[in-house]
Structures are given as C-alpha cells and as structure tokens.
C-alpha cells in the first residue's frame, strides 16, 4: 500500500478541479471539498486475498476508494455515475471509520459476493436512482439512513 500511496500522490487531484457539476448537487460541498481524484496509468490489483476474500470480482473494475480518495480507470474520468458511486463510497467511510469501513466490506464480500455486498448494493442503488432520476437526492443523508437501518439492534 505504501508503494501505492508514493506512486499516486502527484496524481491526486481535488475533486473540485474535476468539471462534474452535476455531482455538486447530490453530496455537500464540506465532503466535496475533502475528496481527492486518482487516475492511474492502470488499475492497481488489490490485495483483498489479505482481507480473507477469496470470491472473483468483476473483470471492468473501474474504480476503488480508500478514505475520502478514490482512484478511478484511465478512460472513465467522464463518467458522471462512475463518480457517484465511488462518492458513495467515501460517505461510508466517512461514516463507519476506516477500520469498521473495512470490516463490513470484508464481511459482505466473502458473504454476499462482490455485486450483493451491504456497502457496494448501496453504492448500485444510488448510482441507478443517480442515472435514471433527475431530480438531485441528497444522497450522503441517504447513505446515513441505510447504514443506520443496516445495523440497526447489531
Ligand atoms: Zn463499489
């Protein structure tokens, strides 16, 4: 992680500097305003074997978020809905904290599979309400309210 780390800083861009306008009406301009852009030459493989998860991910892997930065694959940097979900992503982490973050995407993972997974069917059903509706959603308070009712009495 530390070579990924060193090997991507330059490349960081704020999310600001991205021209995604739309995305400003879904999220709060506090949490826009601390989320970093990555664009890697190629996707890096991640390590999820360390994270006990043995099941097969999806081969157009796209994008992965770490914290409130998220790297994103060269020739998707226009895509609006690749963004959301990856957006959604850094709310729950932000939310949960790095390690229950981690904990819970491990647990779904190896549980659900990759697409069924509690954190990514939430990113999905965001980013499909995100595509196919107009009308901006505040979409970090809904993130907020599913996470509270997932866990719920746990
Ligand atoms: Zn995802």
């Known amino acids: 992680m530390e070579n990924l780390k060193s090997s991507t800083a330059a490349l960081a861009t704020p999310f600001g500097e991205l021209s995604l306008p739309r995305l400003n009406r879904y999220f709060p301009a506090s949490h826009l305003q ?29 994008g992965f978020t770490i914290g409130t930065t998220y790297l994103i694959g060269p020739g998707y940097l226009g895509r609006e809905g690749i963004h959301f979900h990856e957006l959604i992503h850094t709310v729950q982490w932000k939310i949960l904290g790095a ?32 595509e196919n509706y107009y009308s901006p959603v505040d979409a970090a308070a809904r993130v907020k309210s599913y996470l509270e009712r997932a866990y719920a009495g746990s």
Do not use: I, T
């Open 99 to 130: 390690e229950a973050f981690v904990v819970a995407y491990a647990a779904g993972l190896s549980r659900h599979g990759y697409r069924n997974a509690l954190l990514e069917d939430m990113a999905y059903e965001l980013q499909s309400d995100f």
């Open 34 to 62: 601390s989320v970093s852009v990555v664009v890697p030459p190629e996707m890096p493989v991640l390590p999820l074997a360390e994270f006990g998860f043995q099941g097969k991910l999806p081969d157009a892997f796209v």
